[in-house]
Nanobody, 124 residues
Framework: QLQLVESGGGSVQPGGSLRLSCSAS????????IGWFRQTPGKAREGISC????????IHSNSVQGRFSISKDNAKNTAYLQMNSLRPEDSGIYYC?????????????????WGQGTQVTVSA
């Protein structure tokens, strides 16, 4: 069974950067597409970024395009979300998720495995 654990969240000032990690155990991420989602109080979980299992395609939401990048290191069994030029509206709980298909999906229901989330707070 694939298990995911996020880390790297924290508090940062607007304009700052954070790198989130999604460490996997139980299975190797080489076979999994990884998505990062963000959730804020009162809102649905929002798809932010995705990288396919083969890592030949990445997609980002319009809200983070040009500021965030996603990658995965199969040797370390870890996926990453590099977040630059952070804004207060980027605050929320960030979750990584995995699906056993080699293409991205945007709906949370398309992902079978989830981490517990890590909090990101962007404020002055």
């Amino acid at each position: 069974q694939l298990q995911l654990v996020e880390s790297g969240g924290g508090s940062v000032q607007p304009g700052g950067s954070l790198r989130l990690s999604c460490s996997a155990s139980g299975k190797n991420l080489v076979a999994y597409t990884i998505g990062w989602f963000r959730q804020t109080p009162g809102k649905a979980r929002e798809g932010i970024s995705c990288i396919t299992a083969s890592a030949d395609e990445t997609i980002h939401s319009n809200s983070v395009q040009g500021r965030f990048s996603i990658s995965k290191d199969n040797a370390k069994n870890t996926a990453y979300l590099q977040m630059n030029s952070l804004r207060p509206e980027d605050s929320g709980i960030y979750y990584c998720a995995a699906r056993a298909y080699d293409y991205c999906a945007v709906l949370p229901t398309d992902y079978q495995h989830w981490g517990q989330g890590t909090q990101v707070t962007v404020s002055a």
